[in-house]
């Protein structure tokens, strides 16, 4: 099995006011959020390739036009923690791109959610 990854960073708030008051997560706060997509296949495309990285670029302008200095309370639909957030990504990924396998978000250098089904 082949895989490529590639990363793309935003910054961004939200407030996880489901959780108790005395939780940091509770109170509106911000990340500088690292998405990775993993794409996988059995087989190299003509050009030697999973995919050409180039061809990710829709996404960096998905994310920036949508998620970039964005309060994500506004955008996401639920909880907008990392693990929803990998999920969504990863569904407008495997849209466009059959060979998603994975998406990563990290909220901080130490810590990350990933959506692999």
Request: aromatic share 12%; proline share 6%.
């Amino acid at each position: 099995m082949y895989r490529i990854a590639k990363e793309f960073h935003f910054s961004a708030s939200h407030q996880l006011s489901h959780l108790p008051p005395d939780h940091q997560c509770a109170r509106l706060h911000g990340h500088n959020y690292v998405v990775v997509v993993e794409l996988a296949a059995q087989e190299l495309n003509a050009a030697g390739f999973v995919r050409d990285y180039h061809e990710l670029g829709p996404l960096k302008a998905y994310i920036d036009d949508n998620f970039d200095h964005r309060h994500l309370n506004d955008i996401i639909d639920g909880p907008s923690t990392a693990e929803i957030l990998a999920r969504h990504f990863y569904d407008w990924c495997k849209a466009r791109w059959p060979e998603t396998a994975a998406v990563r978000v990290s909220e901080t250098p130490k810590t990350w959610a990933e959506y692999r089904p």
